[in-house]
């Protein structure tokens, strides 16, 4: 039996001890979730249209992810709207911030490793790029909406009297913390996975502006970006429509 598939069965037990019923269904989130990323590998390399193949995965992730995570159908609800707004709004900005920075593709020092390989498979490197990005982003979007949907919805049910504005101002105090983690465990998250990269950057004496020049770097920074706007815009929309939807059901 391999490493990874004794991981994998010590997570499976965790998260059923520790979630119960909603635990097996965020394993089986991630187990599906992993799929489809394989599904799009393949039908992005057999050729098919990328922007096309995009689109219908963003919503199919987003189900997967905020649906099978969460037992309360309310809380996935307003989620989904939210991240899916959300990732659209992003997926503009995914869009023209990678056209300006023109950092798809293979970079120098791959190109080394790849000697005597064709680097031109025929495909849209740019748009390639595009979909990493967006595929990155839905994570930290779908988190974001399920935390903020999960504290309102809760806070709701313990003061079931409280007024639209006032559940507002309090989904406005939770978004302040929620920010606070999110943004910490992206940075985190990119500074441990980037150690090894900094390292290599320094041992080989690369100056400020090649770091900040090289396509992985830029790459990695840009999803970064993407993933913290994503998570700004994330929080204040979900108060919305949760302290929205509430009100109309009161009425």
């Not at 990328?50 to 969460?70: A, D, E, N, R």
């Not at 992206?186 to 900040?212: A, H, Q």
């Not at 830029?218 to 706007?229: C, D, H």
Request: glycine fraction near 8%; charged fraction near 10%.
């Amino acid at each position: 039996m391999s490493t990874l598939m004794v991981l994998i069965i010590v997570l499976a037990v965790l998260m059923t001890l520790v979630g119960g019923e909603t635990g097996i269904r965020s394993f089986f989130s991630v187990l599906i979730n992993t799929l489809l990323l394989i599904l799009v590998a393949m039908l992005i390399s057999w050729g098919l249209s990328i922007p096309i193949i995009t689109l219908i995965f963003i919503p199919l992730k987003l189900v997967t992810i905020i649906f099978l995570g969460t037992h309360d159908y309310t809380v996935a609800k307003n989620s989904f709207y939210a991240a899916f707004v959300v990732c659209l709004i992003i997926s503009v900005l995914i869009i023209g911030c990678q056209w300006l920075a023109q950092a798809a593709g293979l970079g120098p020092k791959a190109g080394e490793v790849l000697v005597g390989l064709s680097q031109m498979p025929g495909l849209s490197y740019p748009m390639i790029a595009v979909t990493v990005a967006i595929f990155s982003t839905l994570g930290a979007i779908a988190e974001a909406a399920v935390a903020m949907s999960s504290g309102l919805l809760e806070l709701k049910k313990h003061h079931p009297d409280i007024s639209r504005k006032e559940l507002e101002v309090s989904g406005t105090a939770i978004g302040n913390d929620v920010l606070g983690t999110a943004m910490n465990t992206i940075l985190f998250g990119m500074f441990g996975s980037f150690l090894s990269l900094f390292l290599w950057y320094f041992r080989l004496g690369y100056t400020f502006g090649e770091v900040v020049n090289e396509k992985l770097f830029v790459n990695e920074a840009l999803i970064i970006l993407y993933s913290l706007i994503g998570v700004l815009l994330t929080v204040p929309l979900s108060t919305f429509l949760l302290a929205r939807g509430m009100s109309k059901e009161e009425a």
